[in-house]
């Protein structure tokens, strides 16, 4: 790999346009305190001390982005509603473009409500619309996305699928072919639903046990040769030039033709695994885009996703200890 300058690397992530196109969401947190049970009903009354919102989903992968530098524009069809208003409002307010966000009054903004107390999650109220997107706000979202690579000339797109809709077996194969035509790098976070629509992109990104339901797997040995034998299979569905899959606990593996290798994870205090996901796909992307270098995308995401872990809850890399890291363990 030689000598990495990760000061002038991470510079470079400012001058990277990414869009990210996937589903959205708002995270809501009701902190409360629980005193009594209702007359009304056996449940606790949780006595609400703050609210706080939180931007999730497809969103927490710009949010990823935009704390390492980049220029980031968020490409997703919201609610027609208050949460959708919020959630645009969150993006602003961290430097996420919204001009080619769509608000369709078909759909209600993906809301997840999280009540707790004493540092217990009590219960988790969700308001989302799962259905596919109609076959007009499909158009609507292409020609969004279409709009953006002419007029922004971003260098990548990450497709972040978290199956709420967005992402129909149209939109992906669309934005693909849309990507291919303009030069533009794409990566991909799937899930199960559509798992093989994302036929030739640049970066594949499973976590296992997304592999494992997709290839329909019964697999116990996660080692290099049945590993190399999912990318073969992935390889002659997707046609896609690498392999990124994340094996928990025990770190990263990448496949591409000429070379495949297993980066195991460094220990740390894991805290919270929630959000990694989101960490891995917005690092891997940015430095890919920025080098090339397939081994120093898996390595620094590696990394990042660590790092993320040792927080509670969902949170966005910090960009300083990332670099601070990168020389310690990779200089």
Not at 39 to 62: M, Q, S, T, W, Y
Not at 70 to 86: F, H, N, P, R, Y
Not at 250 to 265: A, C, D, L, M, W
């Amino acid at each position: 790999m030689g000598v990495i300058d990760f000061d002038k690397l991470f510079a470079q992530f400012n001058g990277i346009k990414v869009g990210v196109i996937g589903d959205v969401m708002l995270d809501t947190y009701w902190w409360g305190h629980v005193d009594r049970i209702s007359p009304e009903a056996p449940v606790p009354v949780v006595a609400l001390d703050k609210r706080e919102f939180r931007i999730g989903g497809a969103g927490n992968v710009a949010l990823n982005l935009v704390s390492l530098g980049a220029q980031v524009t968020a490409l997703s069809v919201t609610g027609k509603d208050e949460d959708g208003q919020l959630l645009k409002g969150l993006f602003k307010e961290f430097n996420i473009n919204t001009d080619y966000l769509i608000q369709s009054p078909a759909r209600i903004t993906t809301n997840k409500v999280r009540i707790i107390s004493r540092n217990q999650q009590m219960m988790r109220l969700d308001s989302e619309t799962t259905k596919d997107l109609t076959a007009e706000v499909e158009q609507a979202l292409l020609q969004q996305v279409e709009q953006y690579i002419v007029t922004e000339k971003p260098q990548a797109i990450v497709l972040e699928d978290y199956n709420k809709g967005v992402l129909t077996e149209r939109v992906i194969k669309a934005v693909i072919a849309l990507c291919k035509q303009h030069g533009v790098i794409t990566t991909v976070d799937p899930k199960r639903k559509n798992f093989f629509a994302y036929a030739g992109v640049d970066i594949f990104k499973p976590n296992m046990k997304e592999v494992k339901d997709g290839l329909n797997l019964l697999l116990d040995d996660v080692n290099m040769a049945s590993l190399t034998e999912i990318h073969q299979q992935l390889q002659e569905k997707l046609q896609h030039h690498i392999s990124f899959i994340t094996l928990s606990e025990k770190g990263v593996f990448y496949h591409n033709h000429e070379t495949s290798r297993i980066i195991p994870s460094h220990l740390r205090n894991i805290a919270d695994v929630s959000g990694a996901g989101d960490t891995v796909i917005a690092v891997a992307s940015l430095i890919y885009t920025a080098t090339k270098s397939i081994d120093l995308m898996a390595e620094v995401a590696n990394i990042a996703g660590g790092l993320v872990c040792e927080e509670v809850g969902t949170v966005a890399i910090n960009k300083e200890k990332l670099l601070e890291e990168c020389k310690l363990l990779l200089g």
